[in-house]
T-cell receptor, first 115, second 111 residues
Framework: GAVVSQHPSRVICKSGTSVKIECRSL??????MFWYRQFPKQSLMLMAT?????????EQGVEKDKFLINHASLTLSTLTVTSAHPEDSSFYIC???????????FGSGTRLTVV | QQPVQSPQAVILREGEDAVINCSSS?????VHWYRQKHGEAPVFLMI?????EQKGHEKISASFNEKKQQSSLYLTASQLSYSGTYFC????????????FGAGTQVVVTP
């Protein structure tokens, strides 16, 4: 089945630093990937849609200068949280669709803690 | 706009049944169902594309009423492994590919 690999699984960083999260589709090509954020005991909130070869589209209220998305190839999308603050601490998850399977496959998620 | 899920939580004994509902105010292209265990990423269960469509995954099935913009997930003869938080994700006809998730329904299956 379709597999989406996400790294790192956990990261702790100091306030003011930047963190990069990678999302790779391992056995299929993904022209579009999605980035979600999930706070404890809450639902997944769509942050942005990552499109290969073009700019990402961000949901309302999501700062594009803070959450930089790069979709460099058909199998890799990255999310960089710039100048991270404690309120950015959350579970970040990417997803992609393999057209032959239906539904979306999620990465394993990244638990970000900003101290 | 986020779909509305109900109930918020349900506790079942092994072997019992439960229904989780998902309702949207928007016209829908599809409804997805996912299950998430604590600390893990959501796992895809099924997708429903047509009005009145029903699908099944082992003893978990779902229906989609396109006209009412509603979907229901049926847990039949629940097993301990069914415990987790279930999310519906809706894809609007005006926002292809983007899923909006409900708040989730926490399911606890006890022996």
């Amino acid at each position: 089945g379709a597999v989406v690999s996400q790294h790192p699984s956990r990261v702790i960083c100091k306030s003011g630093t930047s963190v990069k999260i990678e999302c790779r589709s391992l056995d299929f090509q993904a022209t579009t990937m999605f980035w979600y954020r999930q706070f404890p005991k809450q639902s997944l909130m769509l942050m942005a849609t990552s499109n290969e070869g073009s700019k990402a589209t961000y949901e309302q209220g999501v700062e594009k200068d803070k959450f930089l998305i790069n979709h460099a190839s058909l199998t890799l999308s990255t999310l960089t949280v710039t100048s991270a603050h404690p309120e950015d601490s959350s579970f970040y998850i990417c997803s992609a669709s393999s057209s032959g399977v239906g539904g979306y496959t999620f990465g394993s998620g990244t638990r970000l803690t900003v101290v | 706009q986020q779909p509305v899920q109900s109930p918020q939580a349900v506790i079942l004994r092994e072997g019992e049944d439960a229904v989780i509902n998902c309702s949207s105010s928007k016209a829908l292209y599809s409804v997805h169902w996912y299950r998430q265990k604590h600390g893990e990423a959501p796992v895809f269960l099924m997708i429903l594309l047509k009005g009145g469509e029903q699908k099944g995954h082992e003893k978990i099935s779902a229906s989609f009423n396109e006209k009412k913009q509603q979907s229901s997930l049926y847990l039949t003869a629940s097993q301990l492994s069914y415990s987790g938080t279930y999310f519906c994700g809706t894809e609007g006809t005006d926002s292809w590919g983007k899923l909006q998730f409900g708040a989730g329904t926490q399911v606890v299956v006890t022996p």
